[in-house]
T-cell receptor, first 115, second 113 residues
Framework: RKEVEQDPGPFNVPEGATVAFNCTYSNSASQSFFWYRQDCRKEPKLLMSVYSSGNEDGRFTAQLNRASQYISLLIRDSKLSDSATYLCVVNHPLLDGTSYGKLTFGQGTILTVHP | NAGVTQTPKFRILKIGQSMTLQCAQDMNHNYMYWYRQDPGMGLKLIYYSVGAGITDKGEVPNGYNVSRSTTEDFPLRLELPAPSQTSVYFC????????????FGPGTRLTVL
């Protein structure tokens, strides 16, 4: 099982649609969770962190379910500018268990919003 | 602040033609990272550093070397490039290890023929 696995996508949605991305992670000891956005041929940039209680930033809502080891991202009222690849990112312990040192990136889900 | 800068932006190498990818950050971050991203794949950690003089292997370190002589710079060296190392390379830095946002450079697109 992959350490971080995302919906394969791609998602093609019209402007104004609501779209949801899912992500699962394999290590129950993982501590921190993030969604990054990557535009075509650009570097990843942090979209939002994901907190246990769930969090919202404008049209974006992130949820975490530790019991199911599942993270989600909901985008409401999609805009053309939301077209990008969305990367699910998990911080997990190093193999020797000594520290929470590294981020593991999912393969990304491509979103295209069309007029 | 320039953030994280990388040079070159693009490079084509012949097999065995060594080169160094440069990375610098001006945010005074102790933690720096090198990733590679293959088409349709997530980022894979190559090496990381927790401060000047301290480096450690990531998930895919074979074929690469790093050094960290200053807080600002974290170069990645390919001694004997192979076609399997054709990829996009991203350097990143962060204030803390793992919990905080990582800031990425614009990437270097490397082709090994």
């Amino acid at each position: 099982r992959k350490e971080v696995e995302q919906d394969p996508g791609p998602f093609n949605v019209p402007e104004g649609a609501t779209v949801a991305f899912n992500c699962t992670y394999s290590n129950s000891a993982s501590q921190s969770f993030f969604w990054y956005r990557q535009d075509c041929r650009k570097e990843p940039k942090l979209l939002m962190s994901v907190y246990s209680s769930g969090n919202e930033d404008g049209r974006f809502t992130a949820q975490l379910n530790r019991a199911s080891q599942y993270i989600s991202l909901l985008i409401r009222d999609s805009k053309l500018s939301d077209s990008a690849t969305y990367l699910c990112v998990v911080n997990h312990p190093l193999l020797d268990g000594t520290s929470y040192g590294k981020l593991t990136f999912g393969q990304g889900t491509i979103l295209t919003v069309h007029p | 602040n320039a953030g994280v800068t990388q040079t070159p932006k693009f490079r084509i190498l012949k097999i065995g033609q060594s080169m160094t990818l440069q990375c610098a950050q001006d945010m005074n971050h102790n933690y720096m990272y090198w990733y590679r991203q293959d088409p349709g794949m997530g980022l894979k950690l190559i090496y990381y550093s927790v401060g000047a003089g301290i480096t450690d292997k990531g998930e895919v370190p074979n074929g690469y070397n790093v050094s960290r002589s200053t807080t600002e710079d974290f170069p990645l060296r390919l001694e004997l490039p192979a076609p399997s190392q054709t990829s996009v390379y991203f350097c990143a830095s962060s204030y803390a290890l793992g919990y905080n946002e990582q800031f990425f450079g614009p990437g270097t697109r490397l082709t090994v023929l």
